[in-house]
């Protein structure tokens, strides 16, 4: 399974709940997983539900299988040595971008949560990306947001993408802690799977960035793989 290299003024950005490689036909199958993110040809990847609830929280994908996405690489945000993310949130990013911070948050509300973001370089300008997935309850996502706005703010100045299942069914209201600060996209509709009907995963781009195009990711076996559709979005920096 092989990708291409970086191309020159071009990132793709790709957010996909993985649903730790379960898929709608409830086989647990995570070379299908690969199969999606290798077809999307990203360069920068943020997974959602990378690795499963108990105990060390292994990875849904093991590296054997990450092994074969030629050209990218996991950034460390392993929250046990079995783990790829940081409460199921993971990122991969491409051959070519370097990663020179990274940070972990620690989300309130009344499940468990957490988002993390990665400083990088890469070959279009430096950029922060973020990978997040939001509570079930509005309130708790109210929290959350206010929190992340808040770390954020502390961080240096870094042009800012955030990506991920963001649990907001209206694509009017829910999100305005986020959208005070950051451009709001949703490419589609990514839920279910089987027969989208929400728009629930979104990516919110900040000053110095700008999205060429967008969508959802409907190829086979996408829509086999998980519960979600991939979704991606094409950066540029201005």
Request: with cysteine; aromatic share 4%; charged share 20%.
């Amino acid at each position: 399974m092989t990708q291409p290299h970086l191309r020159p003024g071009r990132l793709r950005l790709v957010s996909y709940n993985i649903r730790k490689a379960l898929g709608t036909d409830r086989r647990r199958n995570p070379a299908r997983i690969c199969n999606v993110i290798a077809a999307m040809e990203a360069d920068i990847v943020v997974l959602q539900e990378a690795d499963l609830r108990l105990g060390a929280r292994p990875t849904a994908i093991p590296l054997t299988e990450l092994s074969q996405l030629g050209g990218l690489h996991v950034v460390n945000f392993g929250q046990s040595a079995k783990s790829l993310g940081w409460h199921g949130n993971a990122m991969l990013v491409r051959e070519g971008i370097a990663v020179r911070d990274l940070h972990r948050m620690v989300l309130p509300g009344f499940e468990p949560r957490g988002a993390i973001a990665a400083d990088l370089d890469t070959p279009a300008g430096p950029l922060r990306v973020g990978g997040l997935h939001l509570g079930l309850l509005r309130g708790s996502r109210r929290l959350q947001l206010t929190h992340i706005m808040d770390e954020l703010n502390r961080m240096p100045e870094r042009p800012t993408v955030l990506a991920g299942d963001m649990n907001e069914w209206s694509e009017r209201v829910g999100l305005g802690r986020l959208a005070r600060k950051f451009e709001i996209h949703a490419p589609g509709r990514s839920f279910h799977a089987r027969r989208p009907v929400a728009a629930l995963d979104r990516i919110a781009t900040g000053p110095g960035l700008v999205i060429a195009e967008s969508g959802v990711w409907h190829e086979q076996p996408a829509p086999a793989a998980s519960d979600h559709l991939p979704i991606w979005a094409d950066l540029h920096h201005v």
